[in-house]
């Protein structure tokens, strides 16, 4: 006959093993993970005009997160002032203070137009570093330690086939091009953001290939490759 403790016991002992058991196997509850929001400012080309397709600022939010929040404040026409004014609403510094990563690509709007009227373009080049650098300063003020990419371009003006054979308006597009491009690396580096540089993703390495097959009918924007293009670029610059 059993001893009525030593039973109980016995029963003790097992209920605590199978206790201990169940909890070395258990999987813990997954960490909370914070939502992802990507947030850009900049003008029709984060907007994806003329494309008809998934801009790259929303290609780029869903590489980071399936379920990530792209707020795509930009806008066609913008130029880099109107990025910077941007900044002092209430819609955008809520935006911001909200964000887990900040695109920026403006200038090509403030150059371009210089370009087009013959005018030297060393003051619109300048007048896109200073607001470009006050723009990411006011999201750094907003958003300390947040992630900034700041984008470059390949053309500020239409580019491929759609250029045409002006062999001197193309070359002032280069020149124009490059020295924009400069404005924008410089305001990155002062800020301590990324720079991602889009001349070689549709120029290739020598930044001298035809864009073309990236770019939509109008020459000025990328079509649907062309976004997915940069967003691959912004995602290998900054992971």
């Known amino acids: 006959m059993a001893h009525p403790s030593r039973g109980h016991a016995v029963k003790a002992v097992v209920a605590l093993l199978g206790a201990l058991l169940l909890g070395g196997c258990a999987t813990p509850p997954p960490a909370s993970v914070p939502p992802v929001t990507v947030v850009t400012f900049g003008d029709s080309v984060p907007a994806g005009t003329a494309c008809h397709c998934t801009p790259f600022p929303d290609l780029y939010a869903r590489m980071v997160s ?104 193309r070359a002032a597009a280069v020149a124009a091009t490059a020295a924009c491009d400069q404005a924008l690396r410089e305001a990155a580096a002062a800020t301590g953001v990324t720079y991602v540089d889009t001349l070689p993703v549709f120029k290739g390495g020598t930044g001298t290939g035809d864009p073309t097959s990236l770019l939509a009918a109008d020459g000025d924007h990328p079509n649907a490759a062309g976004h997915e293009a940069i967003a691959s670029a912004a995602y290998a610059a900054a992971h």
């Open 66 to 169: 399936p379920v990530a929040d792209s707020v795509n404040l930009a806008e066609a026409g913008a130029t880099s002032a109107d990025v910077r004014r941007a900044l002092s609403g209430a819609p955008a510094r809520d935006a911001v203070r909200r964000a887990t990563v900040v695109l920026v690509m403006a200038g090509a709007n403030d150059v371009a137009a210089a370009l087009d009227d013959d005018d030297p373009y060393a003051a619109p080049v300048a007048q896109v570093g200073r607001n470009v650098t006050a723009a990411l300063r006011s999201v750094h003020e907003l958003r300390p330690g947040v992630p900034v990419l700041v984008f470059g371009y390949w053309n500020v003006v239409e580019d491929g086939v759609a250029a045409g054979d002006d062999d001197n308006r």
